[in-house]
């Protein structure tokens, strides 16, 4: 059990360190930090553990393209962007995955914040997932947290090619060369890590103060390989434009986590040519 709660706590702080960055971009008091005295607004007295909430050393759900994922993937049918009809939107949607599940796991107000499926300390495992903190949950679920709910038709579109198409793993990593299917968008930057691709869109500063151009970094915006569509390609998912581990974007937009702050609408036009 020792040896156990040692390797809880050396997870908590690759997770806290190597997926939040700094100490000053990190969960710990941030709004995703639901353990006692944390910056959460709902809260629970059940356990000091930050990560768990998302994240376990044993026993993680595989089914998430999300490192050691710690709960139930929802199975809530959602009701999608392109059932709009809208003429401007020339993208292909995949069904609701990859990353963008992971965060709809609470986002999407099915299930309690504190669902998991491994519980701290011994004999906490559940695979179709329990609360942390039962008692507190009435508290929990009042928050004003963001609560998509199963009508995703009024937020930015998710599980969408990016860019209209165009990109496959086919291409040669560097800046796609090719043609997209909108021409309004900035072309994305392809690498290939343990023989699998990668994109991203190089955010604004990168090559000078903001960091580097053309190697995919935390506050770039990042897109998530899928082959739903017949090809492997890039796609637009919630942590396109989300860091939920950093909290540190400057301003009123602190609490949505974005990877860089909005300002004159740069997270906007990192991909949008307007």
Same mark, same amino acid.
């Given at each position: 059990?020792k040896?156990l709660?040692?390797?809880q706590?050396?997870l908590c702080?690759?997770?806290?360190?190597?997926?939040g960055?700094?100490?000053g971009?990190?969960?710990?008091?941030s709004?995703?930090?639901?353990?006692?005295g944390?910056?959460?607004?709902g809260?629970?007295?059940?356990?000091?553990?930050v990560?768990?909430f998302c994240?376990?050393?044993?026993?993680a759900v $595989? !089914?998430? @393209? +999300?490192p050691?994922?710690?709960?139930? &993937?929802p199975?809530t049918s959602?009701?999608?962007?392109?059932s709009?009809n809208?003429?401007?939107?020339?993208?292909t949607?995949?069904?609701?995955?990859?990353?963008?599940l992971?965060c709809?796991?609470?986002?999407?107000?099915?299930?309690a914040m504190d669902?998991?499926?491994?519980?701290?300390?011994s004999?906490?495992?559940?695979?179709?997932?329990?609360e942390?903190?039962p008692?507190a949950?009435g508290v929990? $679920? !009042?928050i @004003? +947290?963001p609560t998509?709910?199963?009508d &995703?038709?009024d937020d930015?579109p998710?599980?969408?090619?990016?860019?209209?198409?165009?990109?496959?793993d086919?291409?040669?990593d560097?800046?796609?060369?090719?043609?997209?299917?909108?021409p309004?968008?900035?072309?994305?930057?392809?690498?290939?890590?343990?023989?699998?691709?990668?994109?991203w869109?190089?955010?604004?500063?990168?090559g000078g103060s903001?960091g580097?151009?053309?190697?995919?970094?935390?506050?770039?915006?990042?897109l998530?390989s899928?082959?739903d569509?017949?090809a492997?390609?890039p796609?637009v998912e919630?942590?396109s434009?989300?860091?939920p581990?950093?909290?540190?974007?400057?301003?009123?937009t602190?609490?949505?986590?974005?990877r860089?702050?909005?300002?004159?609408?740069q997270?906007?036009t990192?991909?949008?040519?307007k």
């Amino acid at each position: 059990m020792k040896t156990l709660k040692i390797l809880q706590r050396g997870l908590c702080a690759a997770l806290l360190l190597g997926l939040g960055g700094s100490a000053g971009a990190q969960i710990v008091t941030s709004q995703h930090d639901l353990t006692v005295g944390g910056g959460g607004q709902g809260s629970t007295a059940n356990t000091t553990e930050v990560c768990v909430f998302c994240h376990t050393p044993h026993g993680a759900v $595989t !089914g998430a @393209p +999300v490192p050691l994922w710690n709960k139930v &993937l929802p199975s809530t049918s959602y009701t999608r962007y392109s059932s709009l009809n809208l003429v401007s939107f020339d993208s292909t949607e995949a069904p609701v995955g990859s990353v963008s599940l992971a965060c709809l796991s609470c986002h999407d107000g099915t299930q309690a914040m504190d669902v998991v499926v491994n519980s701290p300390g011994s004999g906490g495992y559940n695979p179709a997932g329990s609360e942390i903190d039962p008692v507190a949950i009435g508290v929990m $679920t !009042g928050i @004003p +947290v963001p609560t998509l709910g199963s009508d &995703l038709t009024d937020d930015h579109p998710i599980s969408m090619q990016y860019g209209g198409g165009g990109a496959t793993d086919a291409d040669a990593d560097g800046t796609f060369a090719g043609i997209l299917g909108d021409p309004d968008f900035t072309p994305p930057e392809k690498a290939t890590i343990n023989s699998s691709p990668i994109w991203w869109i190089d955010s604004p500063g990168d090559g000078g103060s903001g960091g580097n151009a053309n190697v995919r970094e935390k506050q770039d915006m990042l897109l998530y390989s899928r082959d739903d569509l017949g090809a492997v390609q890039p796609f637009v998912e919630c942590a396109s434009c989300h860091d939920p581990h950093n909290s540190s974007t400057a301003g009123p937009t602190s609490v949505a986590f974005l990877r860089i702050p909005n300002t004159d609408s740069q997270i906007c036009t990192s991909c949008h040519l307007k």
